[in-house]
């Protein structure tokens, strides 16, 4: 069982899981605990049939992730031993964002930096706020990100995106990141968690077969660490066709009215 921690809380409402990182002493920077205790979070929300759309961001007034938590560098990943067990830590928190059979939002305001990039980068669908800054700046700390934690940033922006900002470590604006193909979507400041939570709404709305056969297929076109193989993508897009949504999406379509979907 993984480590559990107070610095991220869970919050449920509509069909939308919102996990909260709450880390405001070290800038929402992601710890030790923190990283573990993640893919146990997302275990518990991909088991409660309530949730259709999870959504990641910091807590209210504070910015998505500042990245790893530097004070633990000289502590936990203070030898190679230290480093490669943390660099498990957060492959295994990456993968958990990434496998989750809902759709998974990374809610971006202020920072998202290192680590930070790389859980946003994990998550399904990226949203910034305007005057989001954007940064790995690996090269000037000594780390090395392992390649399957690599491949969730090429996936994202692409290897020569990757290159110019793992080469430089440079910072980038929230509209940088979405001609990069970082976010899809840069929203206003002023309202953002409502926009969020509108989006995720809508997503929720939709029929959960449809979406998770989408996502597997979508991961393994993109090449993504453990995506389904082909049949296993067969069978989850046959799954659709064989559901009670299917009928209701037809039926609603034909009384022009909103679908109910119940995930079976």
């Known amino acids: 069982m993984n480590d559990s921690t107070s610095k991220l809380r869970i919050i449920i409402e509509d069909g939308v899981a919102r996990i909260l990182i709450d880390n405001a002493e070290r800038r929402n920077a992601f710890d030790f605990s923190m990283w573990r205790a993640l893919p146990d979070l997302l275990a518990s929300l991909d088991a409660n049939e309530t949730v259709r759309v999870i959504v990641l961001t910091g807590a209210p007034n504070l910015p998505f992730c500042a990245g790893a938590d530097i004070s633990e ?4 990943r203070a030898t190679a031993e230290g480093g490669r067990a943390y660099e498990q830590a957060n492959v295994e928190a990456f993968d958990a964002l990434s496998r989750s059979g809902k759709p998974v939002i990374a ?5 998202c930096m290192g680590g930070g990039m790389g859980l946003a980068a994990a998550c399904d669908l990226r949203i910034a706020a305007e005057a989001c800054v954007f940064g790995i700046p690996a090269g000037r700390l000594g780390v090395g990100y392992p390649p399957e934690a ?9 290897p020569q995106n990757a290159m110019d900002l793992f080469f430089t470590a440079r910072r980038i604006n929230a509209d940088e990141a979405r001609a990069a193909g970082f976010v899809s979507r840069v929203l206003p400041k002023d309202g953002f968690d409502e926009a969020i939570m509108t989006i995720a709404r809508g997503i929720a709305a939709n029929a959960p077969l449809t979406l998770r056969a989408a996502k597997a297929a979508i991961r393994r076109a993109a090449g993504l660490p453990h995506a389904l193989s082909a049949e296993d993508c067969e069978k989850l897009t046959a799954a659709c066709f064989d559901s009670a949504d299917y009928a209701e999406g037809r039926t609603a379509f034909l009384e022009k009215r909103e679908p109910k979907f119940t995930g079976k």
């Open 107 to 111: 809610a971006i305001a202020g920072f």
């Open 150 to 158: 690599m491949s969730y940033v090429v996936a994202a922006v692409g």
């Open 73 to 76: 560098f000289s502590t936990v």
